[in-house]
């Protein structure tokens, strides 16, 4: 390269031209407070990335005491939806059983939205204090969830939640889906022997795009894959759900991007 | 600036002697760029100059008169070059049946790429034959002194005001109208000096209406509309020098294109030139030192179409920034050796936004060439040595490196589909050399043999296009960012026998390329455009043969009459030896030009072979053949103010319906027209 910084030197050095990079602007995902309950001498604020909605909602529970001191010692929480009628929770992740410097940190799959059926609640039990937060939980304009009936077993009610990408961009992106079923009105458990097919559609020009990983199980019913998007515009992530090589559903998601 | 130095350094030598000191001569060359007036075209197998040069001869043929109205048609009648249309403007040439990927274009030694993903505008689009001093094609790997490319260069000259301190004013006004389009030309050419400063203004405007095919029918969406305007301004504080300063500006609008899906809302192209020129720099004698830039903005547009499956937004844009030195190392009399050293950097970009017919669908965006930065330096050596009284070798080598990456973060996003980067510098080494040797075997005649081998970086879109749709095959494209080079090796046998009353040239070439690029279909892929048939990967494709010839032959038959015979053929054999696609088929014209008192006469045939020979991969279709006739007849009245000129054309006069194989979809060419011109030099 010699020769030709030489030569740019001698016949250009003025007319380079500055290619300058511009830094990309850094992006903040802090926790934002959507509600907060004291009772039993206990405050316990709930923090997420966004407010609440039907599909997979990482939660963060802080926990004071009267004095705004962090509360330490055992916990457990219990999402429920009331309906008057009848009382079901939901699909649950937790990490241990701990507070930790105030803070516990659990997801949960709202599988419906509250309204007038009924409403959710987040049930915590402290350090044998029960903390009850009602929390609303909102239908995103774009569904984060799909659920069917087995089309193998019409008794199986899948349940399936999309993660990742939160925030699609044009190239790759890790995909990460998780499937429940629910087994009782109080037990949600992860399905994790099921295969996916994955084709990302775009739909109003009727294409696909290539490269795709089809998502597989991880673990917890976590299923991670790789989904390619050549262009923007609002893509439908087209999954075949398939349990012993049977298809038992075709969920899709729908994406929309700039 | 190789054929004027060539043609003019010739032409002063062989009027001077040798009686001259070499600054003298050197004064003379730079003294006759600025003095010669009218137009004139020197045509050969292998060089082509237009000129103002009174000296040169085939200054009144009435047909070449006419196509000076624009630049393809002009081009369309050189021998080995063919016009690629996609409709009646902006047509790309094409050389020995290579596209505009593998050869080098610029204008005055300025590279110049068109900013369009389709290939609607070829940079020979943004210049005017009115602005033309010469036109210079070179075939294969042919040195060239502009750039590496396996199929040769094409450069067009500018034209330079002229210093005249005893006429300081002079102008030229032209006016056609052309019949099948109902389409007017007018330029006017303004020259003004005085004693240490020349300038010259020119305008172009030029507008056209659908044409009509030879069927009868309108070929919708034809039409277009294009001004250019040009300033040069020339400065010589001595005789020995002079320093040059060149503006461009061409502004298309409304240009349509019948064989593609879309047209162009406009199309501006800016060229900005400095040169001095000089009769001694350090170790250079005859130095050119030159420095440019231009740009062009190129907007794609459908909304005039009737039924669209989507609308699309397709801009793009190019920027070139570069400067050369050349000059002449060592001029003796048996050898002499010139070089050249340049840089450009040129940088693409274009983008796609589609917008869905369900207004609650979002639109959809893609960048086709995703900030394509390209840096290039090079040099080059041109060498001249008489063996023997009757023998000569010229020979050229020529260095060039390069290196390209992008710079879009959405553009590397989008390579990362196909687990490609764009970012990583990639660096790559040229060489293009050529040796010929002339033998004059006897006065009259001389044979050429040459070998030359070039190679070549793969276009912007060959390496970095995303999903770029072709019409021609119906195929989307991606370009690969890790393509090698392209080579070929040419070798090709010529003669040339010049009589009283006849030359015959002919010219024989065979390329051999290797790591020939192409579109290769992966059948994995779905296509993005709606329609498509598949998506194909620019690959290199293995070893491609092609072979072919042309033929010159003029005869003078009486005083003042005169005939021409021009052949042109090409066959070329892709890598699994099925044929390769737009290749030029057989092709003679017949033309008897006859001078009679300022009148000129020029009846002409053109006959075109079938093309049979189709490559399947590329979706091609076989074309008939056709047979055409032309006649020009113009006449020209020295008035004591100027020359007046006028022309009369009737092209297609058998209102042939016909395309030509290579033609970018199923259109037909214009029928019958009739062209008339008026040309009025004052000085």
């Given amino acids: 390269m010699n020769t030709l910084k030489i030569l740019s030197l001698v016949l250009l050095a003025l007319l380079f031209s500055c290619d300058s990079e ?230 899709y998601f729908d994406l929309y991007f700039q | 600036m190789k054929p004027l130095i060539t043609v003019f350094i010739i032409v002063m030598s062989i009027q001077l002697g040798y009686g001259q000191s070499e600054k003298e001569r050197y004064i003379v060359w730079l003294d006759s760029m600025t003095n010669d007036q009218y137009i004139g075209i020197e045509m050969e197998l292998d060089q082509v100059v237009i000129s103002d040069s009174a000296h040169l001869a085939h200054l009144n043929n009435p047909m070449m008169q006419m196509n000076m109205r624009c630049t393809d048609q002009l081009m369309h009648c050189l021998p080995g070059v063919n016009m690629i249309r996609r409709g009646n403007f902006a047509n790309e040439p094409m050389l020995r049946g290579l596209t505009s990927d593998r050869y080098v274009m610029s204008v005055d030694g300025m590279r110049i790429y068109g900013a369009c993903t389709d290939k609607m505008d070829p940079a020979s689009s943004y210049v005017e034959p009115i602005n033309l001093k010469s036109l210079d094609v070179s075939f294969g790997s042919e040195g060239n002194m502009v750039g590496c490319g396996t199929g040769g260069g094409v450069n067009f000259g500018l034209k330079k005001p002229v210093f005249n301190t005893s006429n300081p004013f002079g102008a030229t006004i032209n006016t056609s109208y052309s019949s099948v389009s109902n389409g007017f030309d007018q330029s006017l050419d303004l020259n003004y000096s005085l004693n240490k400063w020349a300038i010259r203004l020119s305008g172009v405007h030029r507008k056209s209406e659908n044409y009509t095919d030879g069927n009868g029918e309108i070929v919708r969406y034809s039409q277009f509309e294009k001004t250019n305007y040009t300033t040069s301004l020339n400065y010589r504080p001595n005789s020995s020098s002079m320093l040059a300063f060149d503006f461009v500006a061409d502004d298309a609008r409304n240009v349509g294109y019948p064989a593609l899906p879309m047209d162009v809302a406009f199309a501006k192209a800016k060229m900005f030139g400095l040169s001095y020129l000089t009769d001694r720099l350090w170790i250079l004698k005859e130095p050119e030192v030159k420095l440019y830039h231009n740009f062009i903005n190129h907007e794609m547009d459908d909304t005039q179409r009737d039924s669209v499956a989507m609308h699309m937004d397709m801009p793009g844009n190019t920027r070139t920034t570069g400067g050369f030195v050349s000059g002449i190392l060592h001029h003796g009399q048996k050898s002499s050796l010139k070089m050249k050293a340049d840089f450009h950097k040129v940088f693409w970009h274009a983008e796609m936004t589609m917008y869905p017919n369900e207004s609650d669908q979002l639109p959809m965006y893609m960048l086709t060439w995703p900030d394509i930065h390209r840096a290039i330096g090079g040099v080059e050596f041109g060498h001249q040595y008489s063996i023997a009284p009757n023998h000569q070798l010229s020979s050229t080598a020529r260095v060039e490196l390069g290196y390209s990456y992008i710079s879009s973060d959405f553009g590397e996003r989008q390579l990362s589909v196909f687990g490609k980067t764009g970012m990583d510098v990639r660096r790559g080494l040229l060489l293009s050399t050529s040796i010929k040797h002339i033998w004059g075997v006897s006065e009259m005649t001389n044979v050429t043999t040459s070998v030359a081998y070039g190679e070549r970086f793969p276009t912007a879109s060959e390496q970095f296009g995303f999903y770029l749709f072709n019409q021609q095959d119906g195929y989307d494209y991606l370009g690969d960012p890790d393509l090698a080079k392209e080579k070929n090796l040419h070798l090709e046998i010529g003669q040339a026998t010049r009589g009283q009353n006849f030359q015959l040239e002919t010219a024989a070439f065979a390329y051999f390329f290797s790591n020939y690029i192409m579109g290769v279909y992966d059948s994995t892929l779905s296509s993005m455009t709606i329609g498509a048939r598949g998506v194909k990967w620019y690959r290199n494709t293995g070893n491609t043969l092609m072979l072919g010839g042309e033929l010159l032959l003029r005869n003078k038959l009486l005083p003042g009459m005169s005939s021409e015979l021009n052949a042109k053929y090409v066959y070329g054999k892709d890598a699994d030896g099925e044929p390769l696609p737009q290749m030029p088929p057989l092709k003679l014209s017949y033309s008897l030009h006859q001078q009679v008192k300022g009148w000129s006469i020029q009846p002409e045939v053109v006959w075109s072979s079938a093309q049979r020979r189709t490559s399947e991969k590329f979706n091609e279709q076989s074309t008939d053949s056709f047979f055409l006739a032309n006649l020009g007849i113009s006449k020209t009245i020295e008035l004591k103010s100027g020359v007046v000129r006028a022309g009369l054309s009737v092209n297609n006069i058998t209102n042939e319906s016909y395309r030509e194989h290579f033609d970018i979809g199923s259109i037909l060419r214009p029928g019958r027209s009739i062209d008339v011109l008026l040309s009025w030099r004052f000085n």
């Fill in chain 1, 22 to 251: 511009e830094p990309e602007p850094e992006f903040e995902s802090d926790l934002v407070e959507i509600t907060s309950v004291t009772e039993n001498g206990l405050t316990v604020t709930i923090l997420a990335t966004q407010s609440l909605y039907v599909g997979y909602n990482s939660i963060t529970a802080k926990v004071e005491d009267d004095n705004g001191n962090l509360v330490g010692g055992d916990i457990s929480v219990l999402p429920l939806m009331d309906m008057t009628t009848m009382v079901h929770s939901c699909p649950l992740e937790v990490s241990g059983s701990a507070l930790s410097e105030g803070e516990y940190q659990f997801n949960t799959v709202f599988v419906m939205p509250s309204g007038e059926m009924g409403s959710w609640s987040l049930d915590f039990t402290i350090n044998d204090a029960e903390v009850s937060v009602p929390v609303e939980v909102s239908s995103p304009e774009l569904s984060r969830l799909v659920s069917f009936t087995s089309a193998m077993d019409e008794s199986t009610k899948y349940f399936v939640a999309y993660i990742d990408p939160k925030d699609p961009q044009v190239g790759q992106n890790d995909l990460e889906i998780a499937v429940y079923k629910k087994q009782t009105m109080m037990e949600w458990p992860a399905v994790d022997n099921l295969e996916f097919e994955l084709e990302p559609w775009m739909v109003s020009m009727d294409h696909g795009s290539p490269n795709n990983l089809a998502p597989v199980h991880t673990d917890d019913g976590h299923y991670k894959g790789t989904v390619n998007f050549t262009m923007t515009g609002d893509w439908q992530l087209r999954l075949t759900m398939m349990e012993d090589g049977q298809v038992c559903g075709t969920p």
